[in-house]
């Protein structure tokens, strides 16, 4: 379903967890995030790009390996795909491709386009990796805590965020692989807002945000979250209620949060 557009850059948002795909369009080349979930969803997406894209370059930009972020790979072939180092490295993705299976199994899937794990052409190794594409400049960040793979991407002169599963306004943080990781990404987040001139926040589930306030009110819950999270404060989850219209389906995702913290932080 289309849910923003502006200027160059337009984003589709699923049914499904308000999951979003980027399409950014410059002179010389097409960029998408993530492709996903639903068969009709990923053909309103090839749709758009077939309609709008001419003889220019198709780039993926994968933002981390989660099974709903890789889902749609299969229906681009002919992409070259961005990622960090981490996400070609996964020793995961027989077991991503089997979360992708069961999905379909469970609900009566058919697919034009046989699920695969995406093979990396672009590796991001390092903060700061830049790819110039004629008038636009990718910039890319590490951002591991959410996964170990995650990848923040930077497109100027847009001052596009590109920030996969970090800084949303529908789910609190998600930290499945660290949490001092996470402090030290939203960290990152607060100084990249600084170092760039971002106009454009797109997370990967949610609302996108074109008001500067709001993407540095995103960071700041962010920050104020995971430092309630250490300090074991019981109140929190009446707060998540109260903010949150879908906390009851995240309700073990907290949970989760509050266990991992403590393993992590206080041995």
Known sequence: MLHFQKNNVTVFQSSLYKTTSAVIRSDEAVIMTDPTWLPHEIEEIKQYIKKHRGNRQLYIIYTHSDFDHIIGAGAFPEATVIASEEFQMNTRKAEILKEIRDFDQEYYIEREYAPEYPTVDRVI????????????????????????????????????????????????????????????????????????????????????????????????????????????????????????????GMRARHTKNFEHTKKETNG
Request: charged letters at 35%; hydrophobic letters at 30%.
């Open 125 to 248: 190794r390092k903060d700061g990796d830049k790819l110039i594409l004629g008038d636009i400049t990718l910039t890319f960040y590490k951002a591991p805590g959410h996964t170990d793979d995650g990848l923040f991407t930077v497109v100027e002169p847009w001052g596009i965020f590109l920030s996969g599963d970090y800084m949303s306004d529908v789910e609190f943080p998600f930290i499945t692989s660290s949490y001092q990781d996470y402090v030290k990404t939203v960290d990152k987040a607060r100084w990249l807002t600084g170092h760039h001139d971002i106009k454009v926040h797109v997370p990967g589930h949610g609302n996108v945000t074109d008001k500067k306030k709001e993407i540095h009110d995103r960071i700041d819950f962010s920050v104020e979250y995971l430092k309630r999270l250490k300090e074991e404060d019981r109140t929190l989850e009446e707060e998540l209620k109260d903010t949150f219209r879908f906390y009851e």
